[in-house]
């Protein structure tokens, strides 16, 4: 399987798409055509567990990978996952089930492809005869930098730097980060929002300049980020997976279409959903849910991408993000894989913060996805009436995307279609806001906020985020954007 770049120029194997993570003309790489999977294929995934379901999804695409060690790696990460299943599915009630992303490491959602992520890049490095050491470089909204760090903590021929805006993160997700241990690694915040971060961290990759001073010191950059393909292909196996889970548990006959609801910010996670359809999955639509930051749920109504707007701090940071990275890889397939088209676009994004599709793109995207969102009263409301319906607790993500899908199953009351909504992180990643959400309590300190949550839902608080108290601070430096490549050049020397 080869890959290209959504503009144009490129064409490589899986190995160098996850080497280089974006390519030479800031495109993004994706798979030449779409892997097929076979009803038959689907009928044997029945009997596998989580990794062996993922390994066959990975090595659909990356079958310049050895398939045997794909499946070692994949036991290897999901081993790191709390309990026997990494990837659970939770019936809430009757059609509505949870698929529950954030049993690993870090417990958000990110884990599931980042744990697996540090095996395909130094593999890849391997496959590709690359000498130099490799650098990868990481704009957070919070939780992708500490999942990253985790994966690639001690990784041989690796460094790991992570960049997150300062007041963009919550207090967890930045004690969750500046803690963290490891030779190779480095967080510094830098002033601003994530777009901003984001922005800085992309025209770094883009420089010429950069990746010479970075040659000097026998550095080759790479990305962890949403963006890489090695991001997005652990992340369609769930969507496999949870479909197999409601076949074997007799909720659904095999073939039978289902919907996903996603808690969307950079739209990879929907994005994911997308590309196991286009593999044969049968998915009827994927709901796009958004929080106060509703650029998505106004493109998918209008087709129309403006970023003029308010920017909101919500509680569910790691969607507040106004420019969705992943969306470049669905405006390449809906334009009938248009290169020119696509680059002009993402041109036009860049130095007007607006662009426009054609009416028929508008439509054909409708024809899968619908998009909503959750203002943040509508997110505690939502937490709350579920808590209090069914005893199941919910994080504030999770609780944007519960919204859309009541708002979608009130408007269709006759749609017997089954419903998956995708959790992205464990409800204590939140503590203050779920616990509100929950009790009204306000309370500002996470610890707390985790202590009283634990009293009131009884659920069981993860491990790693109940030790993170006594843990030292170890990075401590605030820099603003035009100083963070200094930073990286002070880390590679
Ligand atoms: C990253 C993240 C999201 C958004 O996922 P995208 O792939 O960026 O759309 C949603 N919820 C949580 C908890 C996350 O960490």
Not at 24 to 39: C, H, I, M, R, W
Not at 152 to 162: H, L, P, R, S, T
Not at 446 to 459: N, P, W
Request: charged residues 25%; hydrophobic residues 40%.
């Amino acid at each position: 399987m080869k890959f290209i770049s959504t503009r144009g120029g490129e064409k490589v194997t899986g190995a160098q798409a996850i080497v280089k993570g974006l390519s030479d003309n800031g495109g993004l790489f994706v798979p030449e055509k779409f892997p097929q999977v076979s009803a038959e294929e689907l009928d044997e995934m029945i009997g596998m567990s989580y990794p062996e379901r993922a390994a066959k999804v990975l090595y659909k695409f990356l079958d310049d990978y050895d398939e045997k060690e794909l499946l070692s790696a994949c036991e290897a990460a999901y081993a790191k996952f709390e309990g026997d299943d990494p990837a659970p599915l939770v019936k809430i009630k009757d059609g509505v089930y949870v698929l529950e992303l954030f049993h690993g490491p870090t417990c958000a959602f990110k884990d599931m492809a980042l744990t697996v992520l540090p095996y395909l890049l130094r593999k890849g490095c391997d496959i590709c005869g690359v000498e130099e050491q490799i650098l990868v470089l990481v704009a957070t909204s919070g939780d992708t930098g500490k999942a990253a760090l985790e994966g690639f903590k001690d990784a041989k021929g690796i460094k790991i730097m992570v960049f997150y805006p300062d007041d963009g993160v919550s207090s967890m997700q930045k004690l969750q980060m500046c803690t963290q241990e490891g030779k190779n690694v480095n967080v510094v915040a830098v002033k601003g929002n994530f777009d901003d971060c984001q922005t800085a961290v992309k025209n770094i990759f883009n420089s010429e300049e950069c990746a010479a001073a970075l040659k000097e010191h026998g550095t080759l950059l790479s990305s962890a980020n949403s963006i890489n393909f090695g991001r997005l292909a652990p992340q369609i196996a769930y969507y496999f997976s949870a479909y197999l889970d409601l076949v074997s548990s007799e909720q659904i006959e095999m073939g039978q279409e289902i919907d996903f609801c996603v808690p969307t910010g950079n739209f990879g996670n929907i994005l994911a959903a997308y590309y196991a359809k286009r593999m044969g999955l049968p998915v009827r639509r994927l709901h796009c849910a958004s929080n106060m930051n509703n650029i998505l749920t106004d493109f998918l109504a209008k087709g129309k991408y403006d970023v003029h707007r308010e920017f909101y701090k919500t509680m569910s940071p790691s969607m507040d993000i106004l420019v969705s990275s992943n969306l470049e890889r669905l405006l390449f397939e809906v334009s009938g894989r248009d290169f020119k088209l696509t680059a002009e676009r993402m041109k036009k994004l860049k130095e007007d913060g607006v662009y426009e599709i054609t009416e028929e793109e508008r439509k054909a995207i409708a024809e899968i996805f619908d998009g909503g969102f959750a203002d943040e009263d509508e997110v505690v409301e939502t937490v709350y009436d579920l808590f209090c319906d069914t005893g199941y607790t919910m994080d504030t993500h999770t609780g944007c995307a519960m919204k859309v899908a009541n708002d979608w199953a009130h408007k269709n009351k006759k749609d017997t279609t089954k419903m998956v909504v995708v959790s992205t992180a464990n409800p204590y990643k939140f503590p203050q806001d779920v616990l509100y959400a929950v009790t009204g309590n306000d309370v500002r300190d996470s610890f707390k906020g985790i202590k009283r949550l634990h009293a009131a839902t009884a659920m069981a608080v993860p491990k790693s985020l109940a030790t993170l108290r006594d843990k030292p601070i170890i990075f401590k430096t605030t820099v603003t954007r035009d100083k963070m490549f200094d930073e990286v050049l002070k880390f590679v020397k």
